[in-house]
């Protein structure tokens, strides 16, 4: 079965502008959860989102938001990119939002690459 | 608040070798989670981890969780070159649903 598709999987854009990522989780999972990795911070929780509802939010400023739509597809979008925001944008999806028995899948990310 | 961490942050090993990487984790949890990175690609989960004394064994690899110490190990046995990546806890409480990641570390195993 298909597994987390993330899109783009590469992105230059140049600071101050707007970026919008997609997710889409595997066929029947309904959490979808997003963290940026760096190398210096490592992996950041961003947010979690659940039946279209943002559930979870991390440490990061209002410029970095997101969405999910009925059919589980989630977007993230930064705006007013900054040169701290190239990262690998990481989107992980679990059948719901207790992933106890498998952990999360993870997609492959798009890397982000402000200039 | 969760803070998680792992040490070494970089392990060099010869082929053959045992090594240990330690996660250490500052509040209650009651999960844990390990992942492998390999350069370049996503993280695949490895181990789920739910109870005090809980040990799970995936060919070279080994990782158990003592709650009461907060603390969570993966024992590599006799290392080879393909155990060569990137290795991350994490930890969750049930009910918050929010895992927070260790800093990960890097493991290159020489042949």
């Known amino acids: 079965k298909a597994g987390v598709t993330q899109t783009p999987r590469y992105l230059i854009k140049t600071r101050g502008q707007q970026v919008t990522l997609s997710c889409s989780p595997i066929s029947g999972h309904r959490s979808v959860s997003w963290y940026q990795q760096t190398p210096g911070q490592g992996l950041q929780f961003l947010f979690e989102?659940?039946?279209?509802?943002?559930?979870n939010k991390g440490n990061f400023p209002g410029r970095f938001s997101g969405r999910q739509f009925s059919n589980s597809r989630s977007e993230m979008n930064v705006s007013t990119l900054e040169l701290g925001d190239s990262a690998l944008y990481l989107c992980?999806?679990?059948?719901?939002?207790?992933?106890?028995?498998?952990?999360?899948?993870f997609g492959s990310g798009t890397r982000l690459t402000v200039v | 608040e969760l803070k998680v961490e792992q040490n070494p942050l970089f392990l060099s090993m010869q082929e053959g070798k045992n090594y240990t990487i330690y996660c250490n984790y500052s509040t209650t949890s009651d999960r844990l989670y390990w992942y492998r990175q390999d350069p370049g690609k996503s993280l695949e989960s490895l181990f789920v981890?739910?109870?005090?004394?809980a040990v799970k064994q995936e060919g070279r690899l080994m990782a158990s969780l003592d709650t009461k110490a907060r603390l969570s190990t993966l024992h590599i046995t006799a290392a080879v070159h393909d155990l060569s990546a990137t290795y991350f806890c994490?930890?969750?409480?049930?009910?918050?649903?929010?895992?927070?990641f260790g800093t990960g570390t890097r493991l290159k195993v020489l042949a």
């Open positions: 989102y659940f039946s279209e509802t943002q559930r």
């Open positions: 992980a999806s679990s059948w719901n939002r207790d992933i106890t028995n498998y952990g999360y899948t």
């Open positions: 994490a930890a969750g409480t049930s009910g918050t649903y929010k895992y927070i």
């Open positions: 981890l739910l109870s005090n004394g």
